[in-house]
C-alpha cells in the first residue's frame, strides 16, 4: 500500500486532483479578503486624490522597487523548486527552497525598515500621527491602508516562510519523488499569490502620481 | 445489502470503535465531528434561546421595567451573534452536512479529514472568545457592528466578540473548502453530479458562499478592531471615513450569509420531502440550479440593507431588481416541493412534519421579503418589527424547522435508534404553532410602526407583544422536548436498523450507526436520486 495516500482516497491521482483544488479554493478565498482592502483603499483614493498622491510620495520608492525584484526573484526559484520536485532533485529543490526563504527574508527586513523610517517620521497613523501639508486627517487614511494592506502581505510572507521551512524538512527527509511532490507544487502556489498581492500593492501605495 | 438489523451492540461501528477523550477529541472522522459539532451548536443555541427568553420578557410590558436599557441593548446583540454566528451558520452544514456530504456520495470521508477537525476547533476557540466577551460584560452593538458607534463610542466587548467572529468564520471557510473539495473529487463510481441527492445540491452551493464571502467579513472586523484599537478612524465621518463603506463590507457577507442559513435546510427538505412522500421529486435540476441561483444572486442584492442609509437611488433600484429576482429560484423550489406531494404516498412522520412547516413558514417569510425589497415600502418597514418577523420566519421557520426535521430523519443513522415518532410529531406542532403565536404578531407590530432594538414601546402594542411572549415560551417547550426524548431515545429507542424509511440515498445502504469507514465496499451507483417507485414501497 502507498502510504503516502491518505485512507480516504482511492489512488494518488485523486489525492492530488483533490489537494490542487482545495488549494485554489483557499486562494479564492484569499483574494475576496485581500478585495476588501482594496476596495477600501479604492474608494478613499477616489474621495481624496489630492491627499493620497501627497501621502504617497513620502513612500520610499527606490526600497519599493528593489523589493519587488526581491519578491520576483523569489519567484522565480520557487518555480525552479518545484520543476526540480518534478524531476526528482532532492538537492536542487532544498537550494531552491532555502533561496525562496533567504529572498522572503530579505524582503521582510526592507519592509520592516520602512516601517521603522515611518515611525522616525511619525507617519504611523493614530495620536502620534504628525503631517505638515493639508488635511491631515484624510492622509492618514492612506497611511492606515499602507499598514494594513503592507502589514496583511508580510503576514502572509511570514506564514510563507513557515511553510517554505517545513517543505525543506520534508525534502531532507526524503519524502517527494517525480512521483508525489504535491506539498512543494501547493506551496509554489501560495507563493506566487502572495507575490502577485505584492505586484498589485507596489504601484497602488508607492506609484502614485509620480509624474507630477 | 441485507435489511436484517445487525444488533448494534455487536459489530464496530463509528461510535464504538475507539473509546476515551482522546479518540472523541483527535477524531478525523468526519462522523464524529459532526456529533462534536451537535454538541457544541445545541450548547450555543440554547444560550442565545436565553437571551431571547430574556428580551421577550422585558417586552412583555410597554415600560422598561425589568432590564436597563444598555443591558437591553446587550440583550438583543448577543441573541443575535450567538445565534447567527454560533447557531445558525453552522447549523445544518456543519452537523447534518458533516456527517451526510461522504456518505451521500459514497466516500469514506471529506478530502480533509484534519481541516476539518481543524474547523470545529476554530470553532470552539472562536466560541470561547465570544463566551468570555459575554461574560466580562457583554456586548451592545447589535450583530451587525454597525461604525462608528462599535469601532469608536461602544463602551463594551466589541474586540473581543470580533475577535471570536473572525476566528469563527475560518471554521466556516475550511467547512465550505472541503465540501466543495470533497463533492467535486470524491463521488463514488456512477455518482454523477444529475444523480446526487438534492441536498448536496444545497451544501454545494452553500459551500460557494462560505468560501467567497467569510473571508470579506474577515477583513471587515479587521478594520474595524484596528480603528477601534488604534482609533484611527477608517469609518469615521469625522475624519473622512465613510461609515457606509462599513455596512457595504458587512452586508456583502452578511447577506450571502442569509443564505448560508436557508440553502442547506433547503436540502434537507428536498430530502424529507421525497423520503416521507416517497416520489421522486418534481424537476430535479430546476431544484438543483435554483440552489446555485440563489448563491448567485445572492452576492448581487446586499445594498436593499441600505435603502434608507444614504446609498444612491440608482444602486437602491438595482439592489431592489435584484433582490426580487432571488424570490424566482426560491418559488422554484417551493412550486416544486408541492408538486412532488402531488400523488405522493405521504407519510405525516415527524420529519414530514417539519418540512411542510417549513415550506409553509418560508413561503411567508419569502414572500415578505419582497415587501421589504420594494424600496417605498422599505422605507416605512426599516428598522421596525417587520423586518425582525421576516427575517425569523426565513431563519427560525425555514432552517430550524429544516435543521430538526434533518435530525429527526437522519437521527436514526446517527445514533441507530429510532426517535419516539408519538412524541416527536407533538414536539412538531408545538413548535409550529408556538413559532406562528410568536412571530405573527411582529410583523402586525412593524407595519403598526414599532420599531426594532427598543426596550419600551407604546402602550397600544402590549397586546401584540403579550402573544409574542406567550407564542416565545410554547416554543421553548417545542425546542425543549426534541432535547430529552433524542437522548432518551439513545438507550431507550428501538434499533432501527440500516433503512427505517426504506430511503434511495446511499446513506441509507449501509449500516446505523455505519461502519467507521461509512461502507463495507465502495457502494457503485447505477440509478438517478430518489427513484421511488412501487416495487420499492413493499419491500421492508
Known amino acids: ?212 | 445489502m441485507s435489511t436484517m438489523p445487525v444488533a448494534i451492540y455487536t459489530r464496530e461501528h463509528y461510535l464504538n470503535a475507539s473509546y476515551g477523550w482522546k479518540s472523541w477529541l483527535l477524531t478525523r472522522d468526519h462522523k464524529r465531528i459532526g456529533l462534536l459539532y451537535l454538541m457544541s451548536i445545541t450548547f450555543f443555541f440554547f444560550l442565545g434561546g436565553a437571551f431571547a427568553t430574556m428580551v421577550r420578557l422585558e417586552l412583555m410590558t410597554p415600560k422598561g421595567d425589568l432590564f436597563e436599557a444598555e443591558t437591553y441593548n446587550k440583550l438583543f446583540s448577543m441573541h443575535g451573534i450567538v445565534m447567527v454566528f454560533l447557531f445558525l451558520i453552522p447549523s445544518i452544514p456543519a452537523v447534518l452536512g458533516n456527517f451526510l456530504v461522504p456518505m451521500m456520495i459514497g466516500a469514506r470521508d471529506l478530502a480533509f479529514p484534519r481541516l476539518n477537525l481543524l474547523s470545529w476547533y476554530l470553532y470552539m476557540i472562536g466560541g470561547v472568545f465570544t463566551l468570555w466577551a459575554i461574560v466580562a460584560g457583554g456586548v451592545d452593538t447589535g450583530w451587525t457592528f454597525y461604525t462608528p458607534y462599535s469601532s469608536l463610542f461602544s463602551n463594551t466587548h466589541v474586540v473581543l466578540t470580533v475577535l471570536g467572529i473572525f476566528v469563527v468564520g475560518f471554521s466556516s471557510i475550511l467547512t465550505g473548502l472541503n465540501f466543495i473539495v470533497t463533492i467535486h473529487t470524491m463521488r463514488a463510481p456512477g455518482m454523477t453530479w444529475f444523480r446526487m441527492p438534492l441536498f448536496l445540491w444545497s451544501h454545494y452551493a452553500t459551500a460557494i458562499i462560505m468560501v467567497l464571502a467569510t473571508p470579506v467579513l474577515a477583513i471587515t472586523l479587521v478594520l474595524v478592531g484596528v480603528e477601534r484599537i488604534w482609533r484611527v478612524g477608517i469609518f469615521d465621518p469625522a475624519i473622512g471615513g465613510d461609515p457606509i463603506l462599513f455596512q457595504h463590507l458587512f452586508w456583502f457577507y452578511s447577506h450571502p450569509a442569509v443564505y448560508i442559513m436557508i440553502l442547506p435546510g433547503m436540502g434537507v427538505v428536498s430530502e424529507l420531502i421525497t423520503t416521507h412522500a416517497r416520489k421522486r421529486i418534481f424537476g430535479y435540476s430546476f431544484v438543483a440550479f435554483a440552489s446555485l441561483a440563489i448563491a448567485f444572486i445572492g452576492f448581487l442584492v446586499w445594498g436593499h440593507h441600505m435603502f434608507v442609509a444614504g446609498e444612491s437611488q440608482y444602486a437602491s433600484l438595482m439592489f431592489s431588481v435584484l433582490s426580487f429576482l432571488v424570490a424566482i429560484p426560491s418559488a422554484i423550489k417551493v412550486f416544486n416541493w408541492t408538486a412532488t406531494l402531488y400523488k405522493g404516498s405521504v407519510s405525516y412522520d415527524a420529519p414530514m412534519l417539519y418540512a411542510m412547516g417549513f415550506i409553509g413558514l418560508f413561503t411567508i417569510g419569502g414572500l415578505t421579503g419582497l415587501f421589504l425589497a420594494t424600496i417605498a415600502i422599505d422605507v416605512h418597514l426599516h428598522d421596525t418589527y417587520f423586518v425582525v418577523a421576516h427575517f425569523h420566519y426565513i431563519m427560525v421557520g425555514g432552517m430550524v424547522m429544516a435543521y430538526l426535521g434533518g435530525i429527526h430523519n437522519w437521527w436514526p443513522k446517527i445514533s441507530g435508534r429510532m426517535y419516539p415518532e408519538g412524541w416527536a410529531r407533538l414536539a412538531a406542532g408545538i413548535v409550529f404553532i408556538g413559532f406562528n403565536l410568536t412571530f405573527f404578531p411582529q410583523f402586525v407590530l412593524g407595519y403598526l410602526g414599532m420599531p426594532r432594538r427598543y426596550y419600551a414601546y407604546a402602550d397600544e402594542f402590549q397586546v401584540l407583544n403579550v402573544m409574542s411572549t406567550a407564542g416565545a415560551s410554547i416554543l421553548a417547550v417545542g425546542y425543549l422536548l426534541p432535547m430529552i426524548y433524542l437522548i432518551w431515545s439513545l438507550k431507550y429507542g428501538p434499533e432501527a436498523g440500516p433503512n427505517p424509511w426504506n430511503a434511495t440515498g446511499l446513506e441509507w445502504q449501509t449500516l446505523s450507526p455505519p461502519p467507521p469507514d461509512n461502507f463495507e465496499e465502495t457502494p457503485i451507483v447505477t440509478e438517478p436520486a430518489y427513484n421511488y417507485g412501487p416495487d420499492r414501497r413493499t419491500s421492508i
Not at chain 1, 520610499?60 to 519567484?75: R, W, Y
Not at chain 1, 524531476?87 to 525598515?113: D, E, H, P, Q
Not at chain 1, 523610517?117 to 488635511?135: C, D, H, M, R, V
Open chain 1, 1 to 212: 500500500m502507498d502510504l503516502t495516500v491518505a485512507h480516504q482516497f482511492d489512488d494518488a491521482e485523486q489525492q492530488q486532483e483533490a489537494s490542487t483544488l482545495g488549494m485554489w479554493i483557499f486562494l479564492a478565498t484569499e483574494i475576496l479578503f485581500f478585495g476588501g482592502m482594496f476596495l477600501g483603499y479604492t474608494v478613499y483614493r477616489a474621495m481624496y486624490p489630492h491627499e493620497f498622491a501627497a501621502a504617497s510620495s513620502h513612500l520610499d520608492v527606490v526600497l519599493g522597487t528593489v523589493n519587488t525584484a526581491v519578491l520576483l526573484c523569489s519567484s522565480l526559484t520557487m518555480a525552479l523548486g518545484v520543476y526540480s520536485a518534478q524531476l526528482g532533485s532532492r538537492r536542487m529543490l532544498a537550494l531552491c527552497l532555502g533561496l525562496t526563504m533567504l529572498l522572503g527574508a530579505v524582503f521582510l527586513g526592507i519592509k520592516f525598515y520602512e516601517y521603522y523610517q515611518k515611525y522616525e517620521e511619525g507617519l504611523i497613523p493614530g495620536s502620534g500621527f504628525t503631517w505638515a501639508g493639508a488635511n491631515p486627517n484624510q492622509t492618514s487614511l492612506f497611511f492606515v491602508f499602507y499598514f494594513i494592506m503592507t502589514g496583511m502581505h508580510a503576514l502572509h510572507m511570514i506564514i510563507g516562510l513557515g511553510l517554505m521551512t517545513v517543505l525543506v524538512l520534508l525534502t531532507r527527509r526524503g519524502r517527494f519523488t517525480p512521483s508525489y511532490y504535491t506539498p512543494v507544487e501547493l506551496g509554489g502556489l501560495y507563493w506566487h499569490f502572495v507575490d502577485i498581492v505584492w505586484v498589485f500593492l507596489f504601484p497602488l501605495l508607492y506609484l502614485i502620481d509620480r509624474s507630477s
